[in-house]
């Protein structure tokens, strides 16, 4: 069966989800991954999706196109996958971020992350508070070769210089 990546943005607005995913089902296709999310007030979807084999391209680019009309959203678009890793990382660990909000906080926890091997398989920012905004930052991570006491030190020295709270934690059984 072919898979695809398919994303989509936009305005949001209800039946979104719905629209994406009846196209890809009248076709015969299955959702095997998704991450949907608002941001802003924009709908943003990432899907990993398999079609019989007798769909053709032109068919997708059909079908997803006119959801995209219909809808009014800012973009649709579908690439070809090669074949898929057998397993993606798994997280084992929760990383809670929170500080003053000021530029570069993402890129100094994820680039000392990067540099000791850490596979970031979740992340999620948020700016809350009202006069004195604080931003919070979660991510799911997956280790690999470093030590959690590696990256809690790692993160320590970043949450120094840039006046970040910041811990990690092991992920439960119940997370999903």
């Given at each position: 069966?072919?898979?695809?990546a398919?994303?989509?943005?936009?305005?949001?607005?209800?039946?979104?989800?719905?629209?994406?995913?009846?196209?890809?089902?009248?076709?015969?296709?299955?959702?095997?991954?998704?991450?949907?999310?608002?941001?802003?007030?924009?709908?943003?979807?990432?899907?990993?999706?398999?079609?019989?084999?007798?769909?053709?391209?032109?068919?997708?680019?059909?079908?997803?196109?006119?959801?995209?009309?219909?809808?009014?959203?800012?973009?649709?678009?579908?690439?070809?996958?090669?074949?898929l890793p057998?397993?993606?990382?798994?997280?084992?660990?929760?990383?809670?971020?929170?500080?003053?909000?000021?530029?570069?906080?993402?890129?100094?926890?994820?680039a000392?992350?990067?540099?000791?091997?850490?596979?970031?398989?979740d992340?999620?920012?948020?700016?809350?508070?009202?006069?004195?905004p604080?931003?919070?930052?979660i991510?799911?991570?997956?280790?690999?070769?470093?030590?959690?006491?590696a990256?809690?030190?790692?993160?320590?020295?970043?949450?120094?210089?840039?006046?970040?709270?910041?811990?990690?934690?092991?992920?439960?059984?119940?997370?999903?």
């Amino acid at each position: 069966m072919p898979e695809f990546a398919v994303t989509a943005i936009g305005q949001d607005r209800p039946g979104i989800v719905a629209a994406i995913s009846g196209a890809l089902f009248e076709l015969g296709g299955n959702i095997e991954d998704s991450q949907m999310s608002i941001l802003g007030g924009h709908f943003a979807v990432m899907l990993i999706v398999s079609t019989p084999a007798s769909v053709s391209r032109d068919q997708l680019a059909t079908e997803l196109g006119a959801v995209r009309e219909r809808l009014g959203l800012e973009a649709i678009t579908f690439n070809d996958l090669d074949e898929l890793p057998a397993a993606a990382p798994t997280p084992s660990h929760v990383l809670s971020v929170y500080g003053s909000d000021h530029p570069g906080i993402v890129h100094s926890v994820t680039a000392a992350l990067a540099e000791r091997g850490v596979n970031i398989t979740d992340l999620e920012t948020r700016i809350t508070g009202g006069d004195e905004p604080v931003y919070a930052m979660i991510m799911e991570i997956a280790l690999g070769n470093a030590t959690a006491a590696a990256i809690e030190d790692a993160l320590r020295e970043v949450g120094g210089r840039h006046g970040l709270e910041v811990s990690l934690r092991p992920i439960g059984d119940d997370v999903l």
